[in-house]
């Protein structure tokens, strides 16, 4: 076996009710405006969402809601999501649904610092993220890891 190191900033938070809790946990990381972002129907279906908007509500968090996550998340989707974060100065992301949510929640959290594109400049270029926005997971399938990561995956159609 290599000698390694590992170092992972991530605060991992399981259990029953634990998506209760989302307000806590973002008032905790000093959020104070938020873009919840998921994917189709069912976090709305199982009352998931319902779940989530009323636990940021009792924190007394404003938040904005962007749905429509497809799998191999789409990077117009993401720069929708960058857009909003601008004009309604959202300071932490919170995705909710499985891997595509959160890569695409973490596209936003460095493109909207970057001031070029995003996806020219990380995604098929070399450029070092310097700033990312806070991004918090609350998620429907742990299968994929990216909630513990610091890359993601995303699909641009104008290739």
């Known amino acids: 076996m290599l000698n390694f190191n590992y170092y992972s900033p991530t605060e991992f938070v399981f259990g029953r ?6 307000g806590e946990m973002i008032r905790k990381r000093g959020g104070t405006k938020v873009l919840v972002h998921f994917g189709g129907g069912s976090a709305i279906r199982s009352g998931l969402m319902d779940r ?11 938040y904005i809601t962007l749905g429509g996550v ?16 601008k004009q ?17 929640a973490k596209c936003i959290s460095v493109g909207v610092y970057d001031d070029g594109d995003a996806w020219e400049d990380f995604y098929i270029g ?3 993220v310097k ?14 890891g990216s909630e513990g ?8 159609k104008g290739i």
């Open 149 to 156: 990561s610091n890359s993601s995956v995303i699909t641009y």
């Open 70 to 85: 497809q799998p191999n998340p789409r990077y117009e989707l993401a720069l929708k999501g960058m857009e909003i974060v």
């Open 126 to 128: 070399n450029k070092e």
């Open 17 to 22: 009710g634990a998506e209760e809790r989302a």
């Open 52 to 62: 989530v908007t009323a636990s940021l509500d009792a924190a007394g968090l404003p």
């Open 131 to 144: 700033k990312a926005m806070p991004v918090s997971c609350i998620l429907t399938l742990a299968a994929a």
């Open 88 to 104: 309604e100065n959202v300071d932490m992301l919170l995705a909710v649904g499985g891997g595509s949510v959160a890569d695409t």
